[in-house]
């Protein structure tokens, strides 16, 4: 019998089953307390009619509730469905509605949104179950729920290739699909984080702080410190000086967050007066990272790493190591122990070393599939290789350079500009702390270049001409921006992603956000 990462904490119980598993606040759980308690929650659960293959959507901050939801629901084969808590009703109906999810656990700050959107049409939610404050008349009490159930181990059946999550993608441009992630995506994503150059070992922390209902929030350093048996300090939103001041005194080991959190970090006015001599490991993902925070951490003695990964890998795909982090500044670096990639034409055929292309992975990390979308999970695994849509090349070390996603690509003229480029020669001028780099229609060359920056705080800001001057010093004409804008915050969305149809419809005049070819 496998029984799915639910078997995890199980299995952790029985072998060191006072340890601790999270801490949030003042709560402290050890795995001896999350298995009664996943146990109860599992069993209440099973009660109110949720069965194998059933779908649990969770619309809840970083919590100790969100973990025990997670492991009750795969102790009886049930799917959990993490939703964005920055969601607005319609977005989040669509998604309840796309997936089918009949039981709806929701933090009480958002149940008046979550109510909004089970009644959206077509949503079939029968058991909608608040986190604390005081349920309306046909909501379940979380805690009663909990108390009520029975302690004694769940027996259901689940085996690796049962789906535990359906994770929608960001959605960044159209309707979000459903990435179907089996127990055993999730074993291996655990199996390929433990034998990085670093690892992780039972005796590290983490500050679990990235969004939980996020990929990286969740598999980054969360699941896999489940499975060797570690301690997530979990908190429940993002603030700079918090982060730092709990990283500090819980003495963390282990780091993982998107850049716009290490940057805010390294931000903060007082930062060397927290001891962070603990850490071993500060990780990094979720978009490319400016260079002077990775310069940042290392002047402080901290090893920095930069991973790479998507939402359907589970998601780890590549990791940059600390020894590489400045040589191969850009890098995404190589590939994980259990995974293997290509670079490829158009025609799916394999490329030279050096030249630009698609990034195919596989692996047993890598996804089953999207939710009730066949076409699109045809399209997606042509050949056998599941398409990234990321744009790349490789050395001959194997190092892996992204140059953008496939639908960010500008062509300038006939010549093909990649935005992560210009982006990285932005990040170098002392001038500037964040920028994006969107196309927009030009007349004359089809799409010009369209730079969005803000400035750094502490250094003179720099106008437009200056920008503009400092790439064409650095980088072919035909790639330098045309136009600068300057903004307070580059949008993003809760996993750190620049939301470039945003920039393009208020910067470009592009209806929509998207150039048409």
């Avoid at 969770?58 to 964005?84: D, H, Q, Y």
């Avoid at 656990?105 to 049409?121: F, K, S």
């Avoid at 939710?371 to 490789?394: K, N, S």
């Amino acid at each position: 019998m496998d029984n799915g990462i639910g078997g995890w904490v199980t299995k952790r119980a029985f072998l060191n089953g006072d340890k601790t598993a999270f801490v949030a606040g003042e709560r402290t759980l050890s795995y001896r307390d999350v298995e009664r308690r996943t146990n109860k929650l599992g069993s209440a659960l099973f009660d109110l009619g949720v069965r194998k293959g059933d779908r649990v959507a969770a619309l809840l901050f970083n919590s100790v509730e969100f973990m025990e939801v997670l492991i009750a629901t795969a102790k009886i084969g049930a799917i959990l469905v993490p939703i964005n808590v920055r969601l607005g009703a319609g977005e989040i109906g669509y998604i309840l509605a796309d997936s089918g999810a009949d039981t709806f656990v929701v933090h009480q700050p958002l149940a008046a949104t979550g109510r909004a959107a089970v009644a959206e049409p077509e949503v079939r939610v029968r058991n909608m179950i608040t986190v604390g404050g005081e349920p309306s008349n046909a909501e379940f009490r979380y805690t009663e729920l909990l108390d009520g159930g029975s302690p004694e181990p769940l027996r259901a059946y689940v085996e690796g290739r049962d789906v535990a999550f359906i994770m929608y993608t960001s959605g960044t441009t159209g309707r979000p699909k459903g990435a179907m992630l089996t127990h055993d995506n999730l074993l291996w994503n655990a199996i390929n984080v433990l034998a990085t150059e670093q690892g992780l070992r039972q005796s590290d922390i983490t500050v679990t702080v990235a969004p939980m209902f996020h990929i990286g929030g969740l598999g980054v350093h969360t699941l896999p410190l489940l499975y060797v048996g570690g301690t997530n300090v979990i908190l429940p939103s993002f603030d700079p000086a918090a982060t730092l001041k709990v990283m500090a005194l819980c003495r963390a080991t282990v780091q993982f967050m998107v850049p716009a959190m290490w940057a805010a970090i390294t931000q903060v006015p007082d930062f060397d007066k927290y001891d962070l001599s603990a850490l071993r490991l500060a990780m990094v993902g979720g978009a490319p990272c400016p260079l002077p925070v990775i310069e940042f951490m290392q002047q402080r003695g901290v090893p920095f790493t930069e991973g790479f990964g998507m939402t359907e890998t589970a998601p780890l795909v590549s990791i940059l190591d600390a020894a590489h982090v400045v040589e191969k500044a850009g890098s995404i670096g190589r590939v994980a122990m259990h995974v293997e990639s290509l670079i490829v034409d158009g025609d799916d055929r394999g490329v030279a070393a050096g030249a630009v292309g698609e990034l195919i992975v596989r692996g047993p990390n890598v996804f089953s599939g999207y939710w009730m979308r066949p076409e699109a999970t045809a399209d997606a695994f042509r050949g056998g290789w599941f398409h990234t849509g990321d744009l790349g090349r490789i050395d001959e070390q194997g190092f892996i350079t992204l140059v953008d996603r496939k639908k960010d690509m500008i062509i300038s003229g006939g010549e093909n500009v990649y935005p992560i480029e210009v982006e990285q020669t932005l990040y170098h001028h002392p001038g500037v702390r964040d920028a994006a780099v969107v196309g927009g229609p030009d007349e004359r060359w089809g799409e010009r270049v369209v730079a969005v920056v803000v400035a750094a705080p502490e250094a003179q800001q720099p106008n437009a001409e200056e920008l503009i001057a400092w790439c064409r010093e650095r980088l072919a004409h035909f790639k330098c921006p045309r136009e600068v804008h300057f903004v307070t915050e580059l949008p993003r969305n809760a996993t750190g992603k620049l939301l470039k149809t945003d920039l393009r419809s208020r910067f470009t005049g592009v209806a929509g956000g998207v150039v048409q070819r």
